[in-house]
């Protein structure tokens, strides 16, 4: 079987990314919820479930680049994103997106709906804003991962989900319209794609099927 292929200039992102040092308690934490899929997917259909309170930045990043890791490492884990209100899949959260190579359009029958690609032999990603409990999304057998501090906090329970797991990550918001704007989601998306790159490729070292 040979090796999924993602786009050439998102690979050498992931590649550039994965050259640097990494954050050694950051590690610890993403290895602690890569146990937690192990042990959970005895079955195939466990799905991971980003969840942040508006599901506009850093949940929407971490489905994305989960998805076309998990693809990559050939896992196929379905991963979904959701939130506590609905507001926009944010334009700064795409731009980070599409300069480490991913591909984004509008879905060409909803202008909501925006199709994220990662390879050209991967179906793309529909990502939009949504609520946890959205029709799309799961309602049993996954994993939710908190990916900000204040879902972690007002969502102490996600119904149907087997764990709940606090992965969180700064709110690039903060940088919203002014100079560091376009640094800041950077930023956040490579953080977010060098803790996911390790932890689907500790999810293939060791089997995505529970003990």
């Not at 079987?1 to 610890?28: C, G, H, K, N, V």
């Not at 959260?93 to 709906?113: C, D, S, T």
């Not at 994993?143 to 879902?151: G, K, L, Q, R």
């Not at 709110?171 to 996911?196: H, L, V, W």
Request: proline share 6%; aromatic share 10%.
């Amino acid at each position: 079987m040979t090796q999924p292929t993602l786009y050439p200039d998102l690979l050498q992102t992931i590649q550039r990314i994965q050259a640097s040092p990494p954050a050694i308690e950051r590690e610890d934490k993403v290895t602690e919820l890569a146990s937690f899929i192990h042990h959970a997917a005895s079955n195939d259909d466990l799905s991971l479930l980003f969840v942040c309170t508006h599901n506009s930045r850093r949940s929407q990043m971490a489905q994305a680049w989960a998805q076309a890791l998990s693809w990559y490492f050939g896992l196929n884990i379905p991963c979904f994103s959701g939130g506590m209100e609905v507001t926009t899949f944010h334009t700064a959260a795409r731009a980070a997106l599409v300069y480490a190579g991913f591909r984004i359009a509008k879905h060409p029958e909803n202008e909501h709906v925006w199709q994220l690609r990662y390879s050209r032999d991967a179906e793309p990603v529909d990502l939009f804003s949504k609520l946890i409990d959205d029709p799309k999304n799961p309602k049993q057998h996954f994993i939710a991962v908190m990916t900000c501090s204040d879902a972690d906090e007002h969502c102490p329970i996600v119904p149907g989900g087997l764990h709940r797991f606090a992965l969180n990550y700064n709110d690039p918001r903060f940088a919203d319209n002014i100079a560091q704007q376009e640094a800041a989601y950077r930023k956040c998306s490579e953080q977010i794609a060098g803790e996911m790159f390790t932890l689907f490729q500790k999810l293939k070292e060791y089997g995505k099927t529970g003990d």
